[in-house]
């Protein structure tokens, strides 16, 4: 079964330091990823995907996150931080189900508090 | 409008009530999700609907909790007799179809607050 594992619930960087979320997979099958991001009051935002087209996957706001088989990871990065990037973030991962349908299996997400 | 949309944005009523949640998800969509967040913790899944059926209802956590999809449009989660650990955010996603690289496109939740 798919499962996704983000690991700290909290990580707090300067602002204009490097952002590195973490997001560990399980899957027996090639994985289709997603890392979501979500502001207070909010939705969740669909920031990338990763559909095995290219394992280093450019999103918005300047996120980036690279697929390593190897190491079953899809970790989240941004070069330089701002403090609007302050939020909570979520990876997926998409599960196929007998009765060929998929839902979005999803980690328990990490809030990134961004300081001056 | 483009987006998913959810009403109402906020509920507050008094345990024993009645609510029900209503999301209309991007035109052409036909696949739609529910999900519940409570306060300071990840989704966790309620039901999936593919068309007006739902394959997975998996995620309902009580026989209180129902929901019904009109066609490939609105769909309603309905919560009878509240109770106080109801209180969370509602999410409703939809995808354009159900295949595992198509993204869920959420819309903003409802706020539901038992008193």
């Known amino acids: 079964a798919q499962s996704v594992t983000q690991l700290g619930s909290h990580v707090s960087v300067s602002e204009g330091a490097l952002v590195l979320l973490r997001c560990n997979y399980s899957?027996?099958?090639?994985?289709?990823l997603f890392w979501y991001v979500q502001y207070p009051n909010q939705g969740l935002q669909l920031l990338l995907k990763y559909t095995s087209a290219a394992t280093l996957v450019k999103g918005i706001n300047g996120f980036e996150a690279e697929f390593k088989k190897s190491e079953t990871s899809f970790h989240l990065t941004k070069p330089s931080a701002h403090m609007s990037d302050a939020a909570e973030y979520f990876c997926a991962v998409s599960a196929t189900f007998s009765g060929g349908y998929n839902k979005l299996i999803f980690g328990a997400g990490t809030r990134l508090a961004v300081h001056p | 409008g483009a987006g998913v949309s959810q009403s109402p944005s906020n509920k507050v009523t008094e345990k024993g009530k009645d609510v029900e949640l209503r999301c209309d998800p991007i035109?052409?969509?036909?696949?739609l999700y529910w999900y519940r967040q409570r306060l300071g913790q990840g989704l966790e899944f309620l039901i999936y609907?593919?068309?007006?059926?739902?394959?997975?209802k998996s995620g309902l956590p009580s026989d209180r909790f129902s929901a019904e999809r009109t066609g490939e449009s609105v769909s309603t989660l309905t919560i009878q007799r509240t109770q106080q650990e109801d209180s969370a955010v509602y999410l409703c996603?939809?995808?354009?179809?159900?295949?595992?690289?198509?993204?869920?496109?959420f819309g903003d939740g409802t706020r539901l607050s038992i008193l």
């Open positions: 609907f593919q068309g007006n059926s739902a394959p997975d």
């Open positions: 035109s052409g969509h036909t696949a």
């Open positions: 996603a939809s995808s354009i179809d159900r295949g595992s690289n198509q993204p869920q496109h």
């Open positions: 899957s027996s099958v090639p994985p289709y």
